[in-house]
Every structure is written in structure tokens, then in C-alpha cells.
């Protein structure tokens, strides 16, 4: 028998193990990757500005340096993943260029302003949770670098979602007023955590090939119903209600029913007329055009080092 490099492909997937950047790997594997990963490198850059936003603003010394870790951490787990999605061969200046033109996507979320303290909280909370459900098990994915690259950001989002629960437990024990503001981010921020996972998977284009490349492992339905299963008991805990009135503990499926979103809305967003998509792309567009310079001096002197070492 003949083996090809498509069928040691399909070998590696079957039997569970990774697909590695010098292995064959079809074309659309690869553009795949290319898509789902600069995507996610663009949501962690993108996403540092409505937290960023609070840096400066927050409440007490404590808080900003917990916050400025934060906003730093998602700033290497975008350069994390652009180097992920290098090893696919994609080049990182292109994948900014079509960031900042809208050739290429950033999750919906970040789309949403943040209006208060509380809701950095809340994007600890119900923003990293959310990531966590969806990436714990993008550990198992099938390409190697993307695999190992969401272990360590897993370890991080964990942290960042703690940090978020104890800001708002911290809240919840304040005064009527704080716990108000509570209240209102968590009526804000719900729906759209809840439209991190993608559209029902009816909807979904791209599930069904990712799945069986093992890219992904579980259907944005699936992730979803998790994520509403682990976030319930952490509501009730917390003190808060979750803004869906059918939400509700269904002991026959041994899962919770709940409502469901405005996919209209997530459409909207995700085609650029949500709240913040000209603010967001415009703020990262000037950032780029003002880091030129450093750039062109990186550039410089790597080059007359390399000049100095073959002289
Ligand atoms: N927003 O066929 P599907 C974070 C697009 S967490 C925007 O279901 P797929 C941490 C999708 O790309 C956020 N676009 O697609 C943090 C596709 O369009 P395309 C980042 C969305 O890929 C916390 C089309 O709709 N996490 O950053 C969204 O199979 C706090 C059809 O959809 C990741 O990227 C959406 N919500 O499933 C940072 C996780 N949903 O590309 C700072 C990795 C769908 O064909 C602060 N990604 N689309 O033009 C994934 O798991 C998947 O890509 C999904 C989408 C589940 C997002």
C-alpha cells in the first residue's frame, strides 16, 4: 500500500495526534487555521481597548495594577497567536493590514462599550469565562502550535476570570448603588457573551469540516450550553439574575433551557454596525501608523547587526 501524504494526514487526525507546521496539510486546513487563529490574535489585541479604557479610571492602586496586568496579558496572547498562525505561513503585517481594512474578523464582543467599573468585572466574569469554555478545549485542537499556544492562555484566562468574580463579589458587598452597577453590566453583557460561541450551529458554515479536522471539538451550541450550565450557579452565588426570563433548570436534558439571542443583532456586529467597530478599528489603525517608526528602527538595526556580524 501506498502512502501518501494526504492519508499520513488523515492518520494524524484520526489517532488523536498534531498536526505540526512542517507536516503536508490540505489547502483548506490550513486556510482554516489561518482564518480561526488571526481571527482570535485580532480579538486579544482588539479587545485590550474597552478594558484599556479603565486603566487610567480605575478606583484604587490595587485595581489598575490588577488591570494593567490584565490588558498586558491579552497583549501576548495576541502575539502568541499571530506566531501561531506564522507557522501556517501567513505573514503578520498582512493579517494587521486586514484586520484594519475589515478583511478580517475580531469576535463581536469587543464591539460592545464598557460604561462603568462594573463591567470590567463582568468581561472578567461572563467575557473570559466564555473564552475559557470555548478555548479549554482548543487544547485538544489538531495543529500543534495553536494547541500548546491555548494551554498557557488558558492558564492566564483563568486568573483574569477570577480577577472579574472577586471585583464583583468585592461590589456585590458594597453599597445599593455599586451593586446597581452590577446589575446593569450584567444585563448589558449577557446576550452578547452568550453570542461569543457563534451562530446556532444551523447557522454555522463552518462547524462541520472543522470538527472532523478536529480543529474544533465541539459544536458553538454545545460550548454555549456549557457555558450557561457553569455560569448559573456562579450568578446565584454572586447574588445576581441573569436578564432571561426562560432561563431555567431542565432536569430531563440535565441542562438549563434558556432563550434565544438576537442572532440578528450578532449578525449586525460581527458586519461592522455594532456600537464600537468604527471606534475599535480606528483606534487600532492609529496605533499601527504610530508605531512605524519603531518598526523602521527595529528593521534598522537588525540589519546593520547582521551587516557588523558578516564583516
Ligand atoms: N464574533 O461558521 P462559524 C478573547 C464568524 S475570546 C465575530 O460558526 P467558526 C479573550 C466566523 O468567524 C474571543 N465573528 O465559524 C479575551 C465565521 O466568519 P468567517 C476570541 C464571529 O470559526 C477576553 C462566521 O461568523 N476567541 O479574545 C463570531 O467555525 C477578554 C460563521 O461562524 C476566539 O476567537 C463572533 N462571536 O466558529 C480577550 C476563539 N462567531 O471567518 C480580551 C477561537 C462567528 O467564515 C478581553 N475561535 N463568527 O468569515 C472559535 O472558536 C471559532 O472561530 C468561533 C466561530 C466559535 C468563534
Not at 501561531?84 to 503585517?93: C, H, S
Request: proline share 5%; charged share 30%; net charge neutral.
Amino acid at each position: 500500500e501506498v502512502t501518501t501524504p494526504e492519508r499520513v494526514f488523515e492518520e494524524t487526525i484520526e489517532r488523536d495526534q498534531r498536526i505540526e507546521p512542517r507536516d503536508w496539510m490540505p489547502e483548506g486546513y490550513r486556510k482554516t487555521l489561518v482564518r480561526q487563529v488571526a481571527q482570535h490574535a485580532h480579538s486579544e489585541i482588539i479587545g485590550m481597548q474597552p478594558e484599556g479604557a479603565w486603566i487610567a479610571r480605575a478606583p484604587s492602586l490595587r485595581r489598575k495594577a490588577i488591570l494593567l496586568a490584565k490588558v498586558q496579558d491579552e497583549a501576548g496572547h495576541g502575539l502568541y497567536l499571530y506566531s501561531a498562525a506564522e507557522t501556517l505561513g501567513a505573514d503578520r503585517a498582512d493579517l494587521t493590514a486586514k484586520l484594519i481594512s475589515g478583511r478580517q474578523k475580531y469576535s463581536s464582543i469587543f464591539n460592545y462599550p464598557t460604561l462603568n467599573f462594573a463591567d470590567i468585572g463582568v468581561i472578567g466574569w461572563l467575557v473570559d469565562g466564555a473564552a475559557i469554555c470555548n478555548q479549554v478545549p482548543l487544547c485538544r485542537s489538531s495543529y500543534g502550535p495553536y494547541a500548546r499556544a491555548m494551554v498557557r492562555i488558558c492558564k492566564e484566562e483563568s486568573f483574569h476570570q477570577r480577577q472579574g468574580y472577586e471585583l464583583l463579589l468585592t461590589m456585590m458587598r458594597g453599597t445599593e448603588a455599586q451593586r446597581d452597577m452590577v446589575r446593569d453590566a450584567v444585563d448589558r453583557w449577557w446576550w452578547p457573551s452568550l453570542m461569543m460561541f457563534g451562530p446556532p450551529d444551523g447557522d454555522s458554515p463552518n462547524t462541520r469540516q472543522s470538527m472532523a479536522w478536529k480543529v474544533k471539538r465541539h459544536t458553538n451550541d454545545e460550548l454555549r450550553q456549557k457555558f450557561v450550565d457553569m455560569t448559573v450557579p456562579q450568578a446565584d452565588a454572586l447574588g445576581v439574575s441573569l436578564p432571561d426570563p426562560e432561563l431555567r433548570w431542565n432536569a430531563d436534558r440535565g441542562a438549563h433551557d434558556f432563550g434565544e439571542p438576537d442572532w440578528a443583532e450578532l449578525k449586525r456586529v460581527i458586519s461592522g454596525d455594532g456600537a464600537c467597530n468604527a471606534e475599535r478599528v480606528e483606534r487600532r489603525r492609529t496605533a499601527h501608523e504610530q508605531g512605524e517608526w519603531v518598526r523602521e528602527a527595529a528593521a534598522a538595526h537588525a540589519a546593520k547587526r547582521a551587516a557588523r556580524q558578516e564583516a
